[in-house]
């Protein structure tokens, strides 16, 4: 089913990402970790649908959305960034593989962030960020979302590694399986990992040489 939604309000909360808050339809339901197919309800946009996560609470009145923009791409994610209150979306039902199922590892890369940030806002909500960690990979610090954020929310267990810049307060390099190794703590838990398809593969690779069952590895469905 599709409902067309009215933005509220869009901010820059990176150089790169991009929030959108907008209306929620009556009765509309999601899981946190969940996602939606959202088009621009604009002329020659409304077929091109891309999937978003949602990075609200099913207890808020309102939806939002995360996203990183490419300009270079020219295409659906830049129009976003010209947005305005007002112009409208269009969303379909929520669909997604990514929820919580108990504590555990949550491994995000870049973009990949999004679907745990809707499960980390529901945990704080419900006191229950106890025995979770946050292994989260990026080029450079700035691309770091939600920083402080996260860092009020885990502390200690909020882990960060850089692939482009020499940080003293962070690792550097990929999440590679001495990383996972050093910085997962208990790998009896679950793992969640989101990010680039490579990524996923690699770290799931990772994780069941370091004994690591596929029961235990909750991701999207690729």
């Not at 990183?68 to 593989?97: C, F, M, R």
């Not at 929820?99 to 999004?114: H, N, R, V």
């Not at 370091?210 to 235990?216: A, C, I, R």
Request: proline fraction near 5%; charged fraction near 25%.
């Amino acid at each position: 089913m599709e409902y067309t939604v009215n933005i509220q309000e869009t901010g820059f909360i990176t150089h790169d990402v991009l929030q959108i808050k907008t209306d929620r339809p009556a009765n509309f339901d999601f899981t946190p970790g969940q996602a939606t197919e959202v088009a621009l309800n604009k002329e020659g946009y409304k077929s091109k649908k891309r999937p978003f996560t949602f990075t609200s609470l099913p207890s808020d009145g309102f939806l939002q959305f995360t996203i990183k923009i490419y300009p270079e791409h020219n295409g659906v994610t830049d129009k976003l960034q010209t947005l305005e209150a007002g112009d409208e979306l269009i969303i379909s039902d929520a669909w997604g593989a990514i929820s919580y199922k108990g504590p555990g590892t949550f491994i995000a890369g870049g973009a990949g962030i999004t679907p745990f940030i809707s499960i980390f806002k529901d945990l704080a909500a419900q006191n229950q960020l106890e025995e979770n960690r946050l292994l989260f990979a990026n080029k450079r610090e700035r691309d770091i979302v939600l920083d402080s954020q996260f860092n009020q929310w885990l502390g200690a267990d909020f882990i960060n590694i850089l692939s482009e810049e020499h940080n003293p307060k962070h690792a550097h390099g990929r999440i590679d399986q001495s990383f996972i190794k050093e910085n997962a703590g208990d790998l009896d838990k679950n793992f969640y990992v989101c990010g680039p398809v490579p990524m996923i593969n690699s770290v799931k690779e990772n994780l069941q040489a370091l004994g690591v069952t596929n029961k235990q590895i909750i991701t999207e469905d690729l």
